[in-house]
């Protein structure tokens, strides 16, 4: 056979296999917040990643008013999406510090929550309680009533660092970042919030308080 033959036989030459393009990876909080600068709609997605950690955070502030404080909080953080940095804080950091700062306008509602919860605990299990009593009766046992207490005794500052810290789960450098105040700023406000935590739970968990406040 000869070399034309043998090249008519064997045919086009085969097509190079087409890869397929991998889907492109989610966009960062920081992408969708650049993005909904100019589109609007690129600031959903920030919700649904961040609603449940921020709600949970509300809740147990300011127990109901979370439905009504999550959503102020995600309006002020549309409002303000523009000025987002990322170089500042992290979008979870920055929801919490806006969610914090949202409580500071219900500190009364905060403080009275506490002390019923305190209250509550206090008491003796009643049967035939309302379901909605019985709920607060379990949050009651989960801040430990002394516990309860003892939050609404700190000092509106001091408590919004230390629960960034047990609720939140921030650093020290996230929580200054959110407050706008300096680390050692920080440092001090935990260190108050802690003693007078320890004093108020009589010694219980010495090493660490807020161990107490993240259950």
């Known amino acids: ?8 036989a064997a045919g086009p030459p085969a097509e190079p296999p087409r890869l397929r393009a991998l889907p492109d990876a989610l966009p960062s909080d920081a992408e969708l917040i650049a993005r909904s600068v100019d589109d609007p709609a690129e600031f ?23 439905d009504d404080l999550l959503s102020e909080t995600f309006l002020i953080a549309f409002r303000r999406r523009a000025a987002y940095r990322p170089e500042h804080v992290q979008v ?50 989960a801040l430990r009533g002394p516990l309860a207490a003892a939050l609404a005794g700190l000092k509106p500052r001091d408590r919004d660092a230390l629960l960034l810290l047990a609720w939140g789960q921030l650093g020290y450098e996230e929580i200054a970042a959110v407050l706008d105040v300096p680390v050692g700023t ?12 320890r004093a108020a ?6 090493d660490d308080p807020t161990s107490e406040v993240d259950r």
Request: aromatic fraction near 4%.
């Open 1 to 8: 056979m000869t070399p034309t033959a043998m090249h008519r």
């Open 201 to 206: 739970l009589g010694g219980i968990s010495p």
């Open 44 to 66: 959903a997605p920030l919700f649904d990643r961040h609603a449940t950690t921020v709600h949970r955070y509300l809740g147990r502030r300011v127990g109901e008013l979370a």
């Open 92 to 141: 979870r950091p920055w929801l919490l510090g806006i969610a914090t700062n949202v409580v500071h306008g219900h500190v009364r509602t905060e403080q009275r929550r506490y002390q019923a919860l305190a209250r509550a605990a206090a008491e003796p299990e009643r049967h035939g309680a309302d379901p909605g009593d019985s709920a607060d009766r379990l949050d009651a046992q």
């Open 186 to 197: 920080v440092r001090s406000r935990l260190h108050r919030a802690r003693r007078q935590t």
